[in-house]
């Protein structure tokens, strides 16, 4: 029987991924100096970007986590849960909302609507991947890693049915 492991071909290799968000560091650290925001991760797949996106970043800033449910195996459900919240009082604070990926763009648009109800000053959205050919939303994405073609990617934080988070690199299934 043949290992999921066996079909999975590289997208982007630990070492590209270490240099993109450190450029993605260098751009939010210019534009928020002085302004003490902060991340937002949308667990559980951002979890690594959040951890080395914040290592790249110069200035003082705060964080915290958020976790939804939307998807089932290789498919959005269409309804998005909300697992746990923020804990921090976000009011008159610049967010920036940290993702794995935006696909359909339903969990995104979900999260931002929700944060805007905690009154912060502003909301930007860091993405490690982006799918343009199938996200549907109408507000601009700040910061992007890297656009991909509409496939399947695991690792770097990203799971197969909750599996292959811990590889260092980006990959798509064959
Ligand atoms: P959206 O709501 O934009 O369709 O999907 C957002 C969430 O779906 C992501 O945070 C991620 O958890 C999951 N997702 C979407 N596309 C992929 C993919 O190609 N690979 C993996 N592992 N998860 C994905």
């Known amino acids: 029987m043949r290992n999921i492991t066996d079909n999975l071909e590289l997208l982007y290799s630990a070492s590209e991924i270490r240099k993109r968000i450190k450029t993605l560091g260098a751009l939010i650290s210019k534009k928020y100096d002085k302004k003490d925001p ?14 080395d996106l914040l290592r790249s970043i110069s200035i003082e800033c705060e964080m915290d986590f958020i976790k939804v449910r939307s998807y089932s ?40 609507n929700r944060l805007f109800g905690s009154s912060p000053k502003s909301i930007a959205i860091a993405t490690l991947l982006f799918k343009p050919s199938v996200a549907e939303i109408d507000f601009d994405i700040d910061y992007i890693g890297f656009e991909i073609p509409q496939e399947y990617v695991v690792g770097y934080g990203l799971d197969y049915e909750q599996k292959l988070r811990h590889l260092d690199g980006l990959y798509c299934i064959k």
């Open 38 to 51: 902060i991340f937002i991760g949308v667990l559980n797949g951002s979890f690594i970007f959040m951890a």
């Open 73 to 112: 195996g290789q498919k959005s459900s269409g309804t998005i849960q909300l697992l746990k919240d923020i804990s921090a009082d976000v009011k008159d604070r610049d967010i920036i909302l940290v993702e794995d990926i935006i696909d359909t763009g339903l969990t995104i648009k979900f999260l931002r």
